[in-house]
């Protein structure tokens, strides 16, 4: 069993910072992609941020320049570093990662998401 826990939700004014963890644990041999995801209500889950175990990333581009990714390997955490938040980044964040825990099995496991509110 995997389980996916994520910290660091929360309220914060237009122009501040959250940090974001979220550490993977459970029955885990190989941890490639993780990453974050946001979902706003009625629409679509979408593509924040992603890291490959090599250390590559990618944003979308709402939020380059504002958030960073980074991933500790020993620890099979992922964050997301949110700087120069705005309202509209107000949703519930959720992270995955895409792991191997043997037997030939491939899986994306997700967090249970924590929100974040902007103030404006």
């Known amino acids: 069993q995997v389980q996916l826990v994520e910290s660091g939700g929360g309220l914060v004014q237009a122009g501040g910072s959250l940090r974001l963890s979220c550490a993977a644990s459970g029955r885990i041999s190989v941890i490639n992609n993780m990453g974050w995801y946001r979902q706003a209500p009625g629409k679509q889950r979408e593509l924040v941020a992603v890291?490959?175990?090599?250390?590559?990333?990618n944003y979308a581009d709402s939020v380059k320049g504002r958030f960073t990714i980074s991933r500790d390997n020993a620890k099979n955490t992922v964050y997301l570093q949110m700087d120069s938040l705005k309202p509209e980044d107000t949703v519930v964040y959720y992270c995955?990662?895409?792991?191997?825990?043997?037997?030939?099995?491939?899986?994306?496991?997700w967090g249970q998401g924590t929100q974040v509110t902007v103030s404006s």
């Open positions: 995955y990662a895409e792991i191997y825990s043997g037997y030939g099995v491939w899986r994306d496991y």
């Open positions: 890291i490959t175990s090599g250390g590559s990333t």
